[in-house]
């Protein structure tokens, strides 16, 4: 019978192509992407159409303020469920005051926070979906970040935030060298449970026959018993090596007598 | 020698692989387990006190328990447990050999046989709307077929034939605006009487044919106003309603169907009169009525005038009126007085006829009486004797008779609420308590007698001595710490606020105290921690509870705080903390220098509050300030939101207690897809032994151990419903790993066509959960494991020898999370309601889980069915390592029912708490009834069973120094012998 539980259901995983090609994207055009877009979206009759969501940060206790926009393709399956796909970002560049409040920030080992609208189509949807990382965790040699969005549908559950790599602690104070973003981005949706295999009665009851089967009753016996056994097992040897030095004495005459008499003091 | 030592070692790996079911021996049963049989606080009480037979009481209690309890000790005759949904709306006795019970808003009519509880007959009656339902079966001992049981409940007023059940005829009062009020049938009449009220202003009496149903006459009148619910039935044509302003009384009488009102003011009755409150009892010709926390007896008049006849000023507890001879009429009341309650019979025609008073030392710590049963007998000198059934506020039940308690039940411990452990004093020197001890005489023949009895010589009566004896062996039940901590206290509080200790040995209640507190007179308890657990410094406090209630049922009424000491059950103090109580966080590690462990308690207002209130812990906790993190769960509106520690709120309050917090992430479920059924934690006090896990071809899997993980479940809102109420296609259920600090999903699985309810545990690092797949129409169970992947380059021996691993280094949360998980399914075969796992001292021992099922009895599984690694065709080298053969089903091995052929009645929790030797742990659990066992999940390997034979072992040396002495002369006779030779 072949292997009924390799993972068949992989989750969806769209990796949005970034690294070094979008952060020096960033670092040139950010500044002129600041513009706070107006969330557009393009209604094709088609199953697809395309949406936009911002993102907005916040440093320590400030107000959420506009940082980057997350444009992706929404997918209408025929079952009337969506998915969304292709998902590109595109991060504004930290302002100059913007650096400063982030130094502070780096100096008192704050949060950094940023926040996503849980529903992408009707934004911001039931509430904002919140994250927040200390902000000593993101510089490297520029600013790492990675975001894993959990979806559900159009929804945005929940949005992982953080640094690439591990964060050490105590966190050490450290200043980016580049201000510009590295910005990761994964969209995940659920993961399918497998289904319970169901194995045929005649594999059940030979694995049962083989596997469950009780403990045979010499087992239980040893087990219950072992105690009684093992000094019965002492005495037995004793009488063995009696009988043999015995046997012994009997032929080697009075030294075999005196060791007799030592085993057995000795025991 | 060495082959006795491979035997030995040969004997090792035996026992070690056996697959070790727990299972018990007929003759164990009752050694190390008790079971406490209750019924919960008595809602009604019906007697049964015919001269011939057993006398007995029938009660229905708030449990959903029917029970029939023998008057004179108390005990269980017998008892029924309906479903939680199933609520007892009335009692009676019918034929003078039926209990009639009406359960489930007056949709399900029972009939039991009095002498032993078997159910005669059951009928499903009707039910079109929520109402009132009445129960009425007429009081005739006579053996009449004619009469049958009027039942009114879900609109329909059903008459039932009281010998097999079969509905005689049924009425329709669905109408709108319609409400039934009272349903009376005078004796000797063939016509029903329904009174109902349209739209509560106008009376309507029907006249109903007993016979057949038919409505005999309608009368009705309007009432210039409108009539509150509250109604009180004075008499076969005359009832008393309060109007919807409180402050008249409106008599209704409704003699030969005409229906006639007077008012009367309740001011004319008593001068301060306020908000009146129509009292329950039922007192023929006259009513009580609650004023001013005064209750007042009102009379009822033939003309329907009310005059007042008495008033009793402090809070007085009454029963309905009692038939006794000559035609008159009796109630009781109690009231406290000191320490003491008064109990006073009166004739209700003439109060001033005082038929018993009797004073009886009452308990503080029961509180007051709540309600009242009394029944009365005849004397020898054939006076009127009366007993009083009467139910404490901590809903204890005792029966007074003759100036004294007859019995008393502890029937608090029905509705435990939250459960902790508490460690015994330990023996102090100088206080010999083993004193009771036996000499070595004694101790020498008991074990003489367990010697007969391993080798089955013992006769009858030596096996009855051998299982008394074991019952009191070894003092299980003292006072004092031993040395296996097999000794314990669970400290138990119930839902009427009281505290009991029991002990672990044989059950019984060490102490209970009732909760006060100086803002309220009863706040009702919420949750239970340990506060204060002396162990390394500060030995000689006493370790206390603290217990958080509230005043009121409301989440935003304000805490109260009480600390009890555990050893006494005193109260050590109790504090109204000022604010309210939402959560209650004990910090984990963090204790200070007399050992009390430091909780924040979040309130209302978003706000957290440090406890206890002492710089000293102040200091500690500004210490790790920075790294506080907590999170909350809004279940309606199905956000998880985490927050971090802000400031002190010293600009709000100059609490320097107090601190604000802020949202640092925030998970939203949509609201359309999911809702939240199930959130579940690891036990903060959970000890892991071993972060590795070996697998057979020597690879080593890092746990994933974190104390900061969740785990959620969310269905399909249309899922959130009975099992099968949607199509698989409907409805999905959603499992989430959620870390607390930084609000990651670290695993997020669904399974489709799945449905709740989900019963889930949550140790080390896996989760089992249990939930229904409607596809497969079988209850399924899932265990997901965590495994790390940032340590998984630990594994080369050289880099731990030379230190180049990173498995001291400090985890962050903040790191990206580099784990895996591993899942594997199986259906099982029971439906569950609730599960736990076992723990132990160090972690060493294997688990079991503990899986309440259905049939309220606890089942142990083996941690190594649900292990993920299970395949079809296990390797030589995994089967060696005791990885069991992939099934489909988790098995049911009758044995390894730990609560053997007992139930634990309406289970609701189980709680397990390890004893100080390693391979034993504590399992307590509880719902109606209470059960503990001790439970050795991979059997007692540290310490020699109770039931070994010392005398045996004893007896067995003996042997052999004597077998060694005679040989040795024997030989010494040979040598000689020889030597002569």
Same mark, same amino acid.
């Given at each position: ?45 088609? @199953?697809?159409?395309? &949406? ?10 400030? !107000? ?13 399956? @025929? ?16 302002? !100059? ?12 080992? !704050? ?6 609208? @849980? ?28 975001? &894993? ?63 469950? &089967? ?20 002492? &005495? ?32 | ?54 006398? %007995?009481?029938?009660?229905? +209690? ?45 949709? $399900? ?282 139910? $404490? ?77 074991? $019952? ?8 004092? %710490? ?56 500060? $030995? ?367 289970? %609701? ?30 059997? +007692? ?41």
């Amino acid at each position: 019978m072949a292997k009924l539980t390799p993972f068949f259901f992989l989750s969806f995983l769209i990796i949005s192509s970034s690294l070094a090609f979008q952060s020096d994207e960033f670092g040139l055009e950010g500044a002129q992407q600041q513009t706070p877009t107006t969330r557009k979206r393009y209604s094709d009759p088609d @199953s697809d159409s395309k &949406v936009q969501f911002s993102l907005e940060h916040a440093f320590g206790d400030s !107000d959420f303020s506009p940082a980057g926009t997350f444009s992706a393709r929404l997918k209408s399956w @025929s079952h009337g469920g969506k998915t969304l796909t292709k998902l590109r970002f595109s991060r504004n560049g930290f302002s !100059d005051e913007e650096k400063d409040t982030f130094k502070n920030l780096l100096k008192g080992d !704050d949060f950094y926070r940023i926040r996503l609208p @849980s529903n992408v189509i009707s934004p911001p949807g039931k509430e904002f979906v919140v994250a927040s990382v200390r902000a000593r965790c993101l510089p490297r040699d520029g600013l790492d970040e990675h975001f &894993v969005i959990h979806m559900e549908g159009a929804n945005v559950l929940a949005v992982s935030y953080g640094s690439l790599g591990a964060c050490q602690y105590p966190r050490q104070f450290k200043l980016p060298a580049k201000w510009s973003f590295n910005s990761h981005t994964i969209l995940k949706s659920s993961e399918q449970a497998p289904r319970t295999p169901i194995f045929t009665e005649e594999i059940l009851g030979g694995e049962n026959a083989e596997g469950e &089967v009780e403990p045979p009753p010499e087992r239980s016996f040893w087990a219950k018993y072992w105690m009684y056994l093992i000094p019965l097992g002492l &005495v037995v040897m004793n009488a063995v090596t009696q009988a043999t030095n015995m046997a012994e004495e009997q032929t080697g005459g009075q030294a075999g007598g005196s060791q007799v008499q030592q085993s057995a003091r000795r025991r | 020698m060495a082959m006795a030592l491979r035997l030995y070692l040969l004997l090792i790996v035996f026992v070690s692989s056996a697959i070790v079911s727990f299972s018990l021996y007929e003759d164990q049963v009752g050694l190390m387990d008790w079971h406490q049989r209750y019924i919960g606080k008595v809602k009604h009480a019906v007697f049964h006190t015919q001269k011939t037979g057993r006398k %007995r009481v029938i009660v229905s +209690t708030e449990e959903n328990v029917v029970a029939s309890l023998d008057l004179r000790h108390g005990e269980i005759f017998w008892r029924h447990v309906l479903g939680t949904k199933d609520a007892i709306d009335g009692v009676d006795i019918a034929l003078g050999k039926y209990v009639i019970t009406l359960s489930s808003e007056g949709s $399900m009519l029972r009939a039991w046989n009095l002498p032993d509880g078997q159910m005669v007959w059951e009928t499903s009656l009707h039910s079109a709307q929520h109402s009132k339902s009445l129960l009425s079966v007429p009081v005739n001992l006579k053996f009449d077929k004619d009469y049958s049981i009027l039942v009114f409940g879900g609109g329909y007023l059903h008459a039932v034939s009281p010998i097999d059940g079969e509905l005689l005829w049924k009425k329709d009062f669905t109408a709108e605006g319609f409400e039934v009020q009272r349903v009376l049938q005078p004796l000797e009449s063939s016509i029903v009487y329904v009174l109902g009220f349209l739209h509560s202003s106008e009376a309507i009496v029907y006249q109903i044919d007993s016979k057949s149903g038919e409505v005999v006459a309608e009368k009705s009148k309007a009432f210039p106003g409108r009539f509150s619910g509250e109604i009180s039935a004075v008499s076969n044509d005359k009832v008393v309603v309060l109007d919807s302003t409180r402050s008249i009384l409106v008599t209704i009488s409704f003699v030969d169907g005409e229906i006639s009102f007077q008012k009367t003011l309740i001011s004319s009755l008593v001068e301060d009169s306020g908000e009146a409150e129509i009292l329950s009892p039922l007192l023929s010709n006259m009513l009580a009525v609650k004023v001013n926390k005064r209750t007042i007896f009102v009379r009822v008049g033939d003309q329907g005038k009310l005059e007042m006849v008495d008033s009793l000023s402090d809070e007085t507890a009454m029963s309905d009126s009692l038939p006794v001879a000559d035609d008159q009429v009796a109630f009781a009341s109690v009231h406290h007085e000191g320490s003491k309650i008064h109990l006073t019979v009166k004739l209700v025609d003439d109060l001033d006829t005082v038929l018993l008073r009797e004073s009886i030392q009452m308990d503080q710590h029961r509180g007051r009486v709540d309600r009242v049963f009394i029944n009365n007998y005849i004397k020898t000198d054939r006076s009127n004797g009366f007993r009083a059934l009467i139910v $404490m506020e901590d809903h204890s039940l005792l029966l007074l008779q003759q100036g004294a308690i007859v019995w008393s039940r502890e029937e608090g411990l029905a509705s435990v609420t939250d459960v902790t452990t508490a460690e015994l004093p330990v023996e102090k020197d100088g206080v010999s308590v083993a004193k009771v001890e036996h000499t070595l005489v004694d101790w020498l023949k008991g074990h003489i007698l367990k010697l007969k009895g391993s080798l089955l010589l013992a006769s009858p009566e030596d096996v009855v001595a051998i299982q008394e004896m074991r $019952m009191k062996s070894s003092g299980r039940s003292k006072l004092t %710490r031993d040395h296996n901590g097999f000794r314990k206290l669970f400290i138990a509080l119930t839902r009427a606020g009281k505290l009991f200790a029991l002990h672990t040995g044989d059950g019984r209640i060490v102490w209970s105290t009732l909760l006060n507190s100086p803002a309220c007179a009863r706040p009702s308890g919420i949750s239970l921690y340990q506060w204060q657990v002396p162990h390394h410094h500060a $030995m000689d406090e006493n370790p206390s509870v603290l217990v958080v209630g509230r005043c009121g049922s409301d989440s935003s009424s304000p805490g109260v705080l009480s600390f009890v000491d555990v050893y006494t059950g005193k109260e050590i103090s109790s504090s109204d903390i000022g604010h309210s109580v939402v959560q209650v966080m004990p910090l984990p590690l963090f204790t200070d220098s007399t050992e009390q462990r430091l909780h924040l308690i979040a309130d209302t207002d978003g706000h957290v509050h440090l406890y206890p209130k002492t710089p000293e812990a102040l200091g500690i906790f500004q210490r790790e300030f920075q790294n506080v993190y907590w999170y909350n769960v809004e279940g309606d509106d199905g956000i998880i939101r985490g927050h971090g520690m802000k400031s002190s709120c010293a600009g709000e309050t100059a609490d320097e207690y107090c601190f604000t917090t802020r949202e640092l992430w925030t998970v939203v479920f949509p609201s359309e897809s999911e809702k939240i059924i199930s959130t579940l934690t690891r036990k903060p006090n959970e000890v892991v032994h071993t972060q590795a896990k070996v697998s057979t071809d020597q690879d080593v899997l890092y746990k994933y151990v974190s104390r900061n993980l969740l785990f959620v479940a969310t269905v399909s809102p249309k899922g959130a419903g009975e099992i099968g109420s949607v199509t698989p296609e409907e409805s999905a259920l959603v499992v989430y790993l959620i870390d607390t600090v930084t609000g990651r999903i670290l695993h997020r699985l669904s399974h489709q066509g799945c449905q709740g309810p989900v019963h889930a545990v949550f140790s080390e690092n896996w989760v089992v959960y249990h939930y229904f797949n409607l596809r497969a129409h079988k209850y399924e169970v899932t265990v997901v494991e965590i495994y790390d992947q940032s340590r998984a380059e630990n594994k080369n021996v050289w880099k731990l020898v030379l230190g180049k691993h990173n498995l001291t280094a400090p985890i962050s949360s903040y790191s990206r999370p580099e784990m895996f998980t591993k899942s594997q399914s199986y259906f099982f075969p029971q439906s569950v309601k609730t599960i736990a796992v076992t723990s132990t001292a160090k972690g060493i021992t294997s688990k079991q889980l503990l899986i309440g099922t259905i049939g309220d009895q606890i089942l142990a599984l083996d941690k190594r069915f649900v292990d993920p690694r299970r395949t079809l065709n296990p390797s030589q080298a995994e089967k060696e390592e005791g990885i069991i053969p992939l099934t489909d089903s988790l098995p049911i091995i009758p044995q390894s029912y730990i609560t053997h052929s007992l139930k634990v009645e309406g289970l %609701r929790g189980i709680v397990t708490a390890p004893a100080k030797l390693e391979s034993t742990t504590h399992v307590f659990a509880y719902g109606v009834d209470l059960f503990y066992t001790r439970l050795a999940p991979s059997k +007692t390997y540290d310490s020699l069973t109770d039931d070994f034979s010392y005398a045996l072992l004893l007896i067995t040396i003996v042997a052999l120094v004597a077998a060694i002495y005679i040989t040795w002369a024997l030989s010494e006779k040979k040598e000689l012998s020889e030597k002569w030779r």
